[in-house]
């Protein structure tokens, strides 16, 4: 059973464009989630966060909205660069604890 | 160096084989976490070390799966006799409290023939 879903699996943008990679989760009970971003042949590397407190957190060129009564969570990447080419995961978890659930990740392609 | 290393990074095995992962995790981190990532598969949780406290093994697939951290520093992912299914790319993490960021490791890519 997912428990964190992210249900695209690819992404193609235009450069300059927004990219919106979205992720669903199915326990309620998760009150915080993280953005990880990973490059082939390297680990995931730590993007951004949100606690469930807050209904949006933004940090330079990426924000990410979370609607909880939707158990839904977004990531906006705004102008999007070539850069930005790589798998995007989405984690959730109970705050307090250290167990992180992640989804399948989505793999973005930024066009120049 | 400063982060999370990881040996080999690519290890090809046969069937029934013992394979050893290494982590070294980042200096002063006490948590320590394995995960898999298996062909078109999300990050799968493994194993957590916390200090000296039990780990918690919920996530190992099998009884052929087993981890250890000595001197709560380098850890030692060991899987026995091993299966195609079990091919994947492991990746350790750290961090800093348990539930601070994770700081992953480039990850070993273990292939099974």
């Known amino acids: 059973d997912q428990q964190v879903k992210q249900n695209s699996p690819s992404l193609s943008v235009q450069e300059g464009r927004i990219s919106i990679l979205n992720c669903d989760y199915t326990n309620s009970m998760f009150d915080y989630f993280l953005w990880y971003k990973k490059y082939p042949a390297e680990g995931p590397t730590f993007l951004i966060s949100?606690?469930?407190?807050?209904d949006k957190n933004e940090d330079g060129r990426f924000t990410v909205f979370l609607n909880k009564s939707a158990k839904h969570l977004s990531l906006h990447i705004v102008p999007s660069q070539p850069g930005d080419s790589a798998v995007y995961f989405c984690a959730a978890s109970l705050s307090g604890t250290y167990k992180y659930i992640f989804g399948t990740g989505t793999r973005l392609k930024v066009l120049a | 160096g400063a982060g999370v290393s990881q040996s080999p990074s690519n290890k090809v095995t046969e069937k029934g084989k013992d394979v050893e992962l290494r982590c070294d995790p980042i200096s002063g981190h006490t948590a320590l976490y394995w995960y898999r990532q298996s062909l078109g598969q999300g990050l799968e949780f493994l194993i957590y070390f916390q200090g000296n406290s039990a780990p918690d093994k919920s996530g190992l697939p099998s009884d052929r799966f087993s981890a250890e951290r000595t001197g709560g520093s380098v850890s030692t992912l060991t899987i026995q006799r091993t299966q195609q299914e079990d091919s994947a790319v492991y990746l350790c993490?750290?961090?800093?409290?348990?539930?601070?960021?994770?700081?992953f490791g480039e990850g070993s890519r273990l292939t099974v023939l």
């Open positions: 993490a750290s961090s800093k409290t348990p539930t601070g960021e994770l700081f």
């Open positions: 949100i606690s469930s407190i807050k």
